[in-house]
């Protein structure tokens, strides 16, 4: 089969890039840094290029119409994704599009829907996902952070850790225990929380490439009013289920994985003694492409079976696998290429290709465990994709 999009697609696609190349000011991947987190002047840029996005109504176009998105279709949002990761564009609705307004639409009171999508299709709003806890990551359902109801407030304690821009978010979209004699998957309740609470204390975590996007955050007694759960006492998981399947269906890590690919070959080209007369680079390069090529088929499928009106579920798991395994090969790849240089980081006159290599192979160690780890994708493939019995 042949696949191309549509003349329509892919005007599309052409105006997205205009965007991207008119939008940004020059010279603003060398301001923004590189990596989780980025620099204040990253993040600056990104937000003045947020809300010329939020102007097009570009950041949740495929939300309905009523709630300020645009009904797009589901592969003119994929065709978007693509673009702004393959051109590294920095901005766009982050979490607060991609679940945290999905889960507000799908179970919110129409209060909460009249106040928070307004300012997440905005982009005056940043959000940050509270799941993740020392002791509860793959299993999220073991979470302790408790929400004691109180009068008209609930009053939370606890941990949350591994929080990706919790200290540039003024929202958090957490998921705390309300029932502690509850089966574990069935005492959560899911809550929207003012990141500036008394009570709320953020500490960063700094990851190995010394880059800041982790956080702690810590819950002392912090109060807010019972308007601010959201959906069903206690049937939290099941709405935190429904918010992690926006989560993993995107295409951003093939995107930027070709683009990535694009410039480690042309470096390798631009160097004869590494592309005429060391073939090894040739094939590992080679090997890179079919397996980006590949990957990216396969979350393609994903928009496919949305307009269809199919769910994806084992398919999701499948993009998200191969994808962040990907991402480790080509900046093992990389750095093979590169050798010793590839070692060098960002900001010192002997890095190659700004260092980016370096930072990838850094972070991408983390790419198998965040946002579900491979052996739990394996598990739904096996399960609801292959059909395997359990245990």
Not at 40 to 51: H, K, L, P, S, V
Request: charge should be neutral; proline fraction near 5%.
């Amino acid at each position: 089969m042949q696949f191309r999009f549509t003349p329509e697609q892919e005007q599309f696609r052409a105006e997205v890039r205009s965007v991207i190349n008119e939008g940004l000011p020059a010279g603003w991947e060398e301001r923004a840094g590189d990596g989780e987190g980025g620099s204040d002047a990253g993040w600056e840029i990104a937000r003045q290029f947020t809300f010329k996005l939020a102007e097009r109504k570009w950041l949740a176009m495929a939300w309905p119409a009523a709630a300020g998105g645009l009904d797009a279709d589901h592969m003119t949002q994929m065709i978007y994704n693509e673009e702004m990761a393959y051109h590294r564009a920095p901005g766009g609705g982050g979490m607060g599009v991609a679940w945290v307004g999905p889960a507000i639409m799908l179970y919110g009171t129409q209060e909460q829907k009249d106040r928070f999508l307004p300012r997440i299709t905005s982009g005056e709003d940043v959000w940050c996902t509270l799941y993740s806890e020392p002791g509860a990551g793959s299993d999220l359902a073991a979470l302790q952070t408790r929400a004691v109801a109180d009068g008209d407030d609930f009053v939370i304690n606890g941990q949350k850790i591994w929080t990706s821009g919790a200290h540039r978010s003024n929202w958090g979209w957490l998921a705390a225990r309300t029932d502690p004699d509850a089966p574990k998957h069935r005492g959560i309740s899911t809550f929207v929380v003012p990141m500036d609470a008394p009570g709320v204390s953020i500490r960063p975590l700094i990851n190995m490439a010394g880059q800041h996007g982790f956080n702690e955050v810590f819950f002392d007694n912090v109060r807010i009013p019972k308007e601010h759960l959201v959906g069903t006492l206690n049937r939290g998981w099941y709405q935190v289920a429904v918010a992690l399947d926006f989560e993993r269906s995107g295409v951003q890590a093939y995107a930027g994985g070709r683009r990535t690919l694009e410039e480690l070959t042309q470096f390798a080209r631009d160097n004869r003694s590494l592309w005429e007369h060391n073939p090894t680079v040739r094939m590992a390069l080679a090997d890179r492409a079919v397996e980006l090529a590949t990957g990216t088929y396969i979350s393609y499928r994903i928009p496919y079976m949305q307009a269809k009106g199919k769910i994806p579920n084992h398919e999701a798991s499948m993009s998200k696998l191969f994808g962040s395994e990907l991402s480790q090969r080509i900046a093992a790849t990389g750095i093979k290429i590169l050798g010793m240089y590839g070692n060098i980081a960002p900001g010192s006159a002997y890095a190659h290709m700004r260092g980016r290599l370096e930072q990838m192979y850094l972070t991408s160690v983390s790419s198998t465990i965040a946002a579900g780890t491979s052996e739990i994708q394996r598990g739904i493939i096996a399960t609801r994709g292959l059909g395997l019995p359990r245990g």
